[in-house]
Nanobody, 127 residues
Framework: QVQLVESGGGLVQAGGSLTLSCAAS????????MGWFRQAPGKERELQAA????????YYADSVKGRFTISRNNARNMVYLQMNSLKPEDTAVYYC????????????????????WGQGTQVTVSS
């Protein structure tokens, strides 16, 4: 069992930066693929970034590539999402999620494949 708690959301002006953090409980955190999803009102929850257990494989959605960076610290059971050059369209609730299964390529983009979810943190980018 893994519990995930996100923090770091808030209100920021366009062009600004935020860093989201996700604290995980559980001794097996280091073996999980971790993902950051977001969900805007009226839209589906979509993967924005993922990182495999070692940090050697990462994924970014086209919309955030070059602006967001996912990282993890297995010793501290933490995963981060550094978000730069934020745009109003980045406004959403951001969720941290964990997938315990080994995946070809190191991650999956399918939300239903992730076993554990945090409660979400709101990110609002004003224009």
């Amino acid at each position: 069992q893994v519990q995930l708690v996100e923090s770091g959301g808030g209100l920021v002006q366009a062009g600004g930066s935020l860093t989201l953090s996700c604290a995980a409980s559980g001794r097996t955190f280091s073996s999980y693929t971790m993902g950051w999803f977001r969900q805007a009102p009226g839209k589906e929850r979509e993967l924005q970034a993922a990182i495999n257990w070692s940090g050697g494989s990462t994924y970014y959605a086209d919309s955030v590539k070059g602006r967001f960076t996912i990282s993890r610290n297995n010793a501290r059971n933490m995963v981060y999402l550094q978000m730069n050059s934020l745009k109003p369209e980045d406004t959403a609730v951001y969720y941290c999620a964990a997938d315990h299964r080994p995946r070809l390529g190191g991650y999956t983009v399918v939300a239903d494949a992730y076993d554990y979810w945090g409660q979400g943190t709101q990110v609002t980018v004003s224009s």
